[in-house]
DNA sequence: GAGTGGTCTAGACCACTTG
DNA sequence: AAGTGGTCTAGACCACTCT
């Protein structure tokens, strides 16, 4: 008699709520949209703030939903296409790629690094900081780590340390003929200074890729990238501009 | 005055929260060992349930922690690397892989698919359902979409559903010679069938692996499967059995 | 300064597992 | 029956972005 019907099976509020908004999203909405804010979709619902904000949570971790502090809440945009597994995109020093160094030191890198590329755990190794950029997005943040007996033609001369140095420490990997690449992904969240260079606040949910870059039967360099789980896919191989899973209704019968 | 000493930088106290736990599960816990209960660990901290449960929920996205109600919660083992984008593993239908048949029908898939597969929107097509276990836990569960051309010389004699009729298909697609398969990983929240699944509760981060096999020239079947983010690590390539990341703070200098 | 999402609280009750 | 994590509430205040 109050809104619309009791569910016999309990299913929490917050999830219902989260199926109701969704169909919303797909029927009466625009992407780029704003919604009502919090407080008046809580009350609209009938629900507390935090009970709808966990469904806002939910809809933003399937990438339907943005939501900016102090701004509002946004219909996202389907997710960007990322490709990982491709010697264009993703290679060290590709001419064409999407990364842009931003950094490079030399520094001894953390222990379980230098495990994987068979250094000493104090030896120093080139550490170049790069940012990816998609359709004007920051989406990946990655920390590469190269050995100097993989760069061995590295010149001195420059500074030892800013973009110029990055780009050279790329070339000269580039040099090295990559043979393969292995890669691994898993759930991560993002810490603060990944986070800031996301454009996200500390916690976010990133795709964590770790890509271990082979030439001559040894580990070359090691790259670890962060890359935002809201608004990415990333592709392994061609699969590019296809578009298929969208919330868990996908498996309709 | 009260607790301990005030921040300058207004860090969340849930996010501070994250860190000291983090910490204490390195030095203080075994794998496998029960943390004392929400309640009391809320208390011990000085701060609202809701604010622990936050940390804790991070903890659990990143891997460390496991919770189950009506248990509590104890420290997670490592991921378990789950190969991907390998022939041995991943292919349906080879010989030794981890992949449990569960059932099959033919239906009409969801129209996204059938764009996909190039198959009319309402042609039916076989519908495998499939789960993955690796070391006595499942980890993912799959739909796999096979149109009946791939399969031309499946036999229309044996019972027309059930986990025989999926391996059927199975074999029967591997005999087509599938050539390559393309990957995308993003993240998900598991459905109420998935998630019962995976023995999760629904909304369970998920990571969603849609993959196209090709064969001659065109797309043989597609598969798209679900696999618990909280204790995967997918690997592409031979990334086996290497272990990097552990939280954000891996990226010391 | 007004409006937004982000954090935090103190409490209640529910669903589930286990002895 | 006791203990656990899961859900939900009603309120407060904070950090941020706009105008």
Redesign the interface.
């Known amino acids: 008699m109050g809104t619309t019907q009791l569910e016999s099976v309990p299913e929490?509020k917050y999830?219902h709520l989260?199926t109701v908004l969704s169909e919303a999203l797909d029927s009466e909405f625009e992407v780029g949209e704003i919604l009502p804010n919090e407080r008046d979709l809580a009350a609209r619902f009938g629900v507390a703030r935090a009970t709808l904000r966990q469904a806002l949570e939910?809809l933003e971790?399937?990438?339907r939903l943005q939501r900016r502090r102090g701004v509002g809440t946004t219909v996202a945009p389907p997710?960007v296409?990322v490709a990982v597994?491709t010697r264009e995109h993703a290679w060290p020093g590709a001419a064409d790629d999407a990364w842009q160094a931003a950094d490079c030191?030399l520094?001894a890198p953390?222990a379980?690094?230098a495990d994987?590329l068979e250094t000493d755990r104090d030896e120093p190794v080139h550490?170049v900081r790069r940012s990816r950029v998609s359709h004007g997005q920051p989406v990946a943040a990655e920390?590469l780590y190269v050995p100097p007996s993989s760069v061995p033609d590295l010149t001195a001369i420059d500074a030892p340390s800013g973009p110029a140095r990055a780009r050279a420490v790329l070339r000269e990997l580039q040099r090295g003929d990559l043979e393969?690449?292995?890669?691994?992904?898993?759930?991560?969240?993002?810490?603060?200074?990944?986070a800031k260079e996301l454009d996200r606040l500390?916690?976010a949910?990133v795709?964590?890729v770790?890509t271990?870059y082979l030439a001559e039967g040894r580990t070359a360099a090691?790259s670890?990238a962060t890359y935002r789980?809201?608004t990415?896919?990333?592709?392994?191989?061609?699969?590019g501009d296809?578009?298929?899973?969208?919330?868990?209704?996908?498996?309709?019968?």
Do not use: K, M, N
């Open positions: 929490p999830w989260r939910q971790l399937e990438g997710r296409g597994g030191h520094a953390p379980a690094v994987v550490t920390l393969r690449q292995e890669s691994a992904v898993e759930l991560g969240s993002a810490g603060a200074d990944d500390p916690g949910p795709l964590v770790t271990r090691l670890v789980a809201d990415c896919r990333l592709t392994f191989g061609d699969f296809v578009e298929i899973h969208h919330g868990p209704e996908t498996r309709a019968s």
